[in-house]
T-cell receptor
């Protein structure tokens, strides 16, 4: 039973345009969400997070939106750059759970073309 | 420079042999974690430890064992009982402050191949 779903295995966008990566979750106990970026043969690096008490969090070119009623979140990258090409993982943490005990989606591979 | 060191980067073993993956952190983090990644899959939690000399099973602990004798070290042993040991193993740590401003930090992983 997949509690965090990233239904698009891959996404290709042109440099300078917006990249939108989507994530759905099923467990209403999740109260904290994170996005990680991963290059091949490296560990994931933290990108941005959002608490369930917010609906938007912004950090430079990266914005995460949370729609609790739809159990959906999205990561927007504007403008997209070739260096953004990587696999992006959505992750969720349960309310009252151990910090760091995350449920990950399967990832979306983003390709930004020059 | 603080960080998480996993060694070696690539490891090859014969089926039936136990193998231990090293993870060391100098971030002074309280909690440490082991995740596993398979191709096309998300990361799955194997074991975690929130304090020295204590650890808990994650979602896929069968066939694995850990120890936490020192705050900075959290080695993972992949035993012969693990049915599909070939995978990319990631160690992570976090400062368990209860603050949401403290995301999980990952090492660069060890790719284990068992033949």
């Amino acid at each position: 039973d997949q509690q965090v779903k990233q239904n698009s295995p891959s996404l290709s966008v042109q440099e300078g345009r917006i990249s939108i990566l989507n994530c759905d979750y099923t467990n209403s106990m999740f109260d904290y969400f994170l996005w990680y970026k991963k290059y091949p043969a490296e560990g994931p690096t933290f990108l941005i997070s959002i608490s369930s008490i917010k609906d938007k969090n912004e950090d430079g070119r990266f914005t995460v939106f949370l729609n609790k009623s739809a159990k959906h979140l999205s990561l927007h990258i504007v403008p997209s750059q070739p260096g953004d090409s990587a696999v992006y993982f959505c992750a969720a943490e349960k309310d009252g759970g151990s910090q760091g005990n995350l449920i990950f989606g399967k990832g979306t591979k983003l390709s930004v073309k020059p | 420079d603080g960080g998480i060191t996993q060694s070696p980067k690539y490891l090859f073993r014969k089926e039936g042999q136990n193998v231990t993956l090293s993870c060391e952190q100098n971030l002074n983090h309280d909690a440490m974690y082991w995740y596993r990644q398979d191709p096309g899959q998300g990361l799955r939690l194997i074991y975690y430890s929130q304090i020295v000399n204590d650890f808990q099973k994650g979602d896929i602990a069968e066939g694995y064992s850990v120890s936490r004798e020192k705050k900075e070290s959290f080695p993972l042993t992949v035993t012969s009982a693990q049915k599909n040991p070939t995978a990319f193993y990631l160690c992570a740590s976090i400062q368990s402050s209860g603050s949401y401003n403290s995301p999980l930090h990952f090492g660069n992983g060890t790719r284990l191949t068992v033949t």
